[in-house]
């Protein structure tokens, strides 16, 4: 069974610039999961999806970030414009998303993609 | 809130040695709890998990219990190998079903 991809795996940019990360999740999770990962910290979650409803996105500064899970498959998180303190690593999640189960539910991480803001 | 409090590390073993890495937290209700593992260069990986009080998960000789009295989950291992080196993450799932993780723990082993 083939794991959550993303690209790209690094990116450096210099701040005011924009950027975006794809996320392809496990084939057949409906939910799918945007992890920010600073240097030094656990991930904090800024957005959820449920098929291409957002569930949740308290977490999301929406003033510079965008998330978009168009046909309920893929996903892109956008940055735009770039400051320094967003530097980190994104993480993109999925999981079944079964209701009956989500207390339990096991989430599968992709790989990550890297990004320095100069 | 939820929250989880995790050992800072770093933490340096020797192969074979004993490990421990502390673990608590702090949430309303019932949560169910996770140890994640992260080896260099690659996404989070699911350890073990316990969903209910006194529930022992385990996988690849790592053991933690959930204990509600002591709000813990502490990750132990009998004898550590070179290969066990990664970043590991204690996390907790509640009510609102969100993960929310320590800040987690390097382990090196050495040979």
């Known amino acids: 069974e083939a794991g959550v991809a993303q690209s790209p795996r690094y990116k450096i940019i210099e701040k005011r610039q924009s950027v975006a990360f794809w996320c392809n999740p496990i084939?057949?999770?409906?939910?799918l999961y945007w992890y920010q990962q600073i240097l030094g910290q656990g991930p904090k979650l800024l957005i959820q999806f449920q098929n291409n409803g957002v569930v949740d996105d308290s977490q999301l500064p929406k003033d510079r970030f965008s998330a978009e899970r168009l046909k309920g498959v893929d996903s892109t998180l956008k940055i735009q414009p770039a400051k320094l303190e967003d530097s980190a690593v994104y993480l993109c999640?999925?999981?079944?998303?079964?209701?009956?189960?989500?207390?339990?539910?096991?989430?599968?991480f992709g790989p990550g993609t890297r990004l320095l803001v100069l | 809130g939820n929250s989880v409090t995790q050992m800072e590390g770093p933490v340096t073993l020797s192969e074979e040695a004993f490990l421990t890495i502390n673990c608590t937290y702090t949430?309303?209700?019932?949560?169910?709890l996770f140890w994640y593992v992260q080896y260099p260069g690659e996404g989070l990986q699911l350890l073990l998990k316990?969903?209910?009080?006194?529930d022992k998960g385990s996988n690849k000789g790592f053991e933690a219990t959930y204990r509600k009295e002591t709000t813990s989950f502490h990750l132990e291992k009998g004898s550590v190998q070179v290969s066990d080196s990664a970043v590991y993450f204690c996390a907790l799932k509640g009510s609102n079903y969100k993960l929310t993780f320590g800040k987690g723990t390097l382990l090196t082993v050495n040979p």
């Open positions: 316990a969903t209910k009080a006194d």
């Open positions: 999640a999925s999981s079944l998303g079964n209701f009956g189960s989500l207390r339990e539910e096991t989430q599968y």
């Open positions: 949430a309303t209700g019932y949560p169910s």
């Open positions: 084939s057949g999770h409906a939910t």
